[in-house]
């Protein structure tokens, strides 16, 4: 068993964690099972890179640009599904420090326009998988002010995702109770 | 009235064209348009960077990585939306070489997922837009055997798309049409 200590905070991914497999390559894993299956077609999105200089098609220079949508997007019968991705070492709660107001705005617009819109989260030393809807999401700091959300408030109000073998994460369920 | 050359070869987009504002330009800002007006999201995906080196947040070294999925997706109605945006300074054909073999197996994915798939046409010189739906492209390609789609085609089969003044391209006319 690797452990490995990361950020609180930023609740960043890891690049291993306890089982081995990080949270982004479980999704990752699952989004590839997925469109293999033809059941769903979800994408991570590309970190936005701005290129100061280039030559021959070689970046010499770049820097990493704002985020300012999610981690992933893509489509399931026809819906767009859009979410982003969090992990914690954290066994109390949930940082929000790492969600940046874009992102929110984001979500907002992402429901606004009839999409699927979500917070995946993964408590990652309690083996916890969670996704909460983005409207819950948003009422939640609009209403409480705070800036984390504890584990307590996942297990009352979001979806617990089972960890399997193929996909890792078969989070599809979620999205066909919301279609 | 400017006026520059580009390859048609490529269908690039260039840094400027004959109206002083690029067919990528005139797509974005119709985005905006439709995402201040709540009308729909839809996003051009970042290019995809493989960053090699990197200091301080800074990348000193990096490449450009091969383009697997199309320029834009989105939602409308909380229908998927994607497409690929070509501009040509042709004014008889498309050419198909700019097309990679990966985007249109993405196209196909879109298509199975119950998404909407388009590629949006800019000819320059004919000062015309044309939406052609992924499954007529795909189709196109298959029966033809041919390395570009005359204008023709476009005539008879695409959606044509008027030039406003805001949004600069009404394109949503067409998803109308589709959901």
Do not use: C, W
């Amino acid at each position: 068993m690797i452990k490995i200590k990361i950020d609180e905070k930023t609740n960043n991914f890891s690049n291993t964690h306890n089982r081995g497999m990080t949270f982004e390559k479980e999704i990752n894993e699952s989004n590839e099972f997925y469109k293999d299956e033809n059941i769903a077609l979800i994408y991570k999105r590309p970190t936005p890179i701005k290129v100061i200089k280039s030559k021959n098609s070689v970046i010499t220079e770049a820097v990493f640009e704002d985020v300012s949508t999610t981690d992933y997007n893509g489509v399931y019968k026809g819906r767009y599904i859009d979410f982003e991705a969090k992990e914690t070492t954290s066994k109390t709660s949930l940082s929000l420090a790492n969600i940046q107001k874009h992102q929110l705005e984001h979500m907002e617009n992402v429901i606004k326009n009839g999409g699927i819109s979500f917070l995946f989260v993964n408590f990652i030393e309690l083996d916890l998988y969670y996704i909460l809807s983005s409207e819950l999401l948003l009422n939640y700091i609009k209403e409480n002010k705070k800036k984390s959300i504890p584990v307590s408030y996942f297990e009352e109000h979001a979806y617990k995702v089972k960890r399997m073998l193929n996909p890792p994460l078969n989070y599809i369920e979620y999205l066909e109770l919301q279609i």
